[in-house]
């Protein structure tokens, strides 16, 4: 960022330029963890460009900053939704913002979106034996109270985590398995804390996932679809994703898979009705080509034996599938998986 000036670029008779990190698979480079950096392939927009949409990509990261500066100025703080309606005139959407400013500014600046004054908004939620503290307020138990758990606000570097008896910390994809699973108390029979970013999770729910495996050093389990989404999903968690930019790694934890796996589904002694099972749409095709490389990079034998066996199949599966309460519950599924150690 620094020397740049559009003004003083102009009246020099330059056209002002931003070197922009590329966020794209080929500009992909993975840590020995498998974790996902991006590397030194550079893009350049001008003001006055040739290509309206650089010239246009430009003017939209200009914004952002001017926006940013007007909010660390005033000592403010908003969450990425606030922001976008705060520049809802030069954006199409909230995706456009969100790119604009976790790819581009993020990189330019060299900071993260918190210490920038803008946060994710409110998705997700922590459930089991935890304490959650909030700076000026009492700690609230998350074993008790509703099945809805403790909502994980967008700004949470002011909370205090503390352990009741946690012995685990179990993910789960989506918010319905979540509720489920708080209504069961789960943690009583597993001792465990719970945690949804209710699908792709959102910054904030990464950034609590990961202060608990650096604070607690408790084992991190995740229960996702039987479908690539699902698997993308958990490798989000895992390595991260490019359209986090420059901060892609700084939240990756070391989640192992508990499932849904392979043989949750078509073991012989499965009680999955075939009923349940879907085969893939176009949008799973998709994914899962784009999954493959993280895959084979990461070397895991486990990994590749069942996106490989998911591919042969060509069929996916809800988590729900599971919870057969006729033969079998999930919340018991669950358990025992974990107490055989049926993850990796």
């Given at each position: 960022m620094r020397g740049i000036c559009p003004r003083r670029s102009i009246s020099n008779g330059q056209d002002p330029q931003l070197v922009l990190v590329k966020r794209s698979q080929?500009?992909?480079?993975?840590d020995?963890?498998?974790?996902?950096?991006?590397?030194?392939?550079?893009?350049?927009?001008?003001?006055?460009?040739r290509n309206a949409a650089?010239?246009?990509?430009?003017?939209?990261?200009?914004?952002?900053?001017?926006?940013?500066?007007?909010?660390?100025?005033?000592?403010?703080?908003?969450?990425?939704?606030?922001g976008y309606y705060t520049l809802v005139n030069h954006f199409k959407n909230q995706s456009e913002f969100n790119a604009t400013l976790q790819g581009d500014v993020v990189a330019l600046t060299g900071c993260t979106r918190a210490s920038l004054g803008v946060h994710a908004s409110s998705s997700g939620a922590i459930a089991g034996l935890v304490s959650w503290k909030m700076e000026g307020s009492d700690p609230i138990n998350c074993s008790t109270g509703t099945t809805a758990g403790i909502q994980i606000p967008g700004v949470t570097d002011k909370v205090t985590l503390t352990n009741l008896g946690a012995?685990?910390?179990?993910?789960?994809?989506?918010?319905?398995?979540?509720?489920?699973?708080c209504g069961q108390r789960i943690w009583d029979t597993l001792p465990c804390i719970l945690v949804t970013g209710c699908g792709y999770p959102p910054l904030s729910v990464r950034m609590v996932l990961k202060r608990l495996e650096d604070h607690l050093q408790l084992p991190i389990l995740g229960l996702f679809d039987y479908n690539p989404h699902g698997l993308r999903i958990l490798l989000t968690y895992k390595h991260g994703s490019t359209q986090m930019g420059t901060e892609a790694h700084a939240y990756a934890t070391d989640i192992k898979w508990l499932g849904v796996h392979h043989d949750d589904i078509f073991d012989s002694d499965s009680t999955v009705l075939q009923s349940s099972l879907q085969p893939w749409c176009l949008?799973?095709?998709?994914?899962?080509?784009?999954?493959?490389?993280?895959?084979e990079h990461m070397g895991d034998p486990l990994y590749m034996r069942e996106i490989r066996m998911m591919a042969e199949k060509n069929v996916k599966a809800e988590i729900e599938?599971?919870?057969?309460n006729g033969?079998?519950?999930l919340e018991n599924r669950i358990v025992r998986k974990v107490l055989r150690k049926g993850y990796f």
């Open positions: 080929k500009n992909v480079i993975r020995s963890g498998g974790r996902l950096h991006l590397g030194r392939n550079k893009t350049v927009k001008k003001l006055f460009a650089g010239a246009g990509r430009f003017a939209k990261i200009w914004q952002v900053l001017a926006l940013i500066q007007r909010l660390l100025a005033e000592g403010k703080v908003v969450t990425q939704r606030e012995r685990y910390i179990l993910v789960v994809e989506k918010d319905a398995i979540f509720t489920y699973l949008s799973d095709r998709r994914v899962f080509s784009g999954l493959t490389a993280a895959i599938a599971l919870n057969n033969f079998d519950s």
